[in-house]
């Protein structure tokens, strides 16, 4: 069995006195989720957060290593996926898609996002890090 592991982040801002949850649209398979990326050699889990979220959206983040949840899945036989999520505050709200992989972000109302997101681990973290940061 292959083990891949990848690390990402719940990226939030406080916007008009909502909080609002960073949501990218995969090129490939169309669905919504978080920014994250593969760990890369002699990087920490927080380090690849950082730089996932840099590469795949423009916008520098503070993560707060207090919240980390982990995510396991198959994504196809004979691998099995981790994915470890931090909640990272945006220090600004402007982005640029990463071209090859982001067709597209949008900042969504928290209490929304579910509504958005493919997958129900990705809704199960988001009502996790409601109670930190809504």
């Known amino acids: 069995m292959l083990h891949e592991k990848s690390c990402g982040a719940i ?7 909502n909080t609002e949850i960073l949501l990218i649209k995969h090129v490939n398979s169309g669905h919504w989720s978080f920014p994250k990326g593969h760990v ?15 590469e795949e959206t423009g916008i520098d983040i ?34 640029t898609p990463q071209e090859e992989e982001i067709a597209e972000i949008r900042w969504v109302e928290i209490g929304r996002a ?3 997101l493919s997958y129900e681990n990705d809704k199960s973290i988001v009502n996790k890090a409601k109670t930190v940061i809504a």
């Open 11 to 17: 990226v939030y801002r406080k916007f008009h006195g």
């Open 40 to 54: 890369e050699f002699g990087e920490t889990e927080v380090e690849t957060a950082l730089r996932e979220v840099k």
């Open 62 to 95: 503070i993560i707060d290593p207090t919240f980390r949840e982990i995510v396991s899945f198959s994504p196809k036989k004979g691998t099995q996926k981790t994915v470890v999520y931090f909640i990272g505050k945006a220090r600004h709200t402007d982005y």
């Open 114 to 116: 579910c509504s958005v």
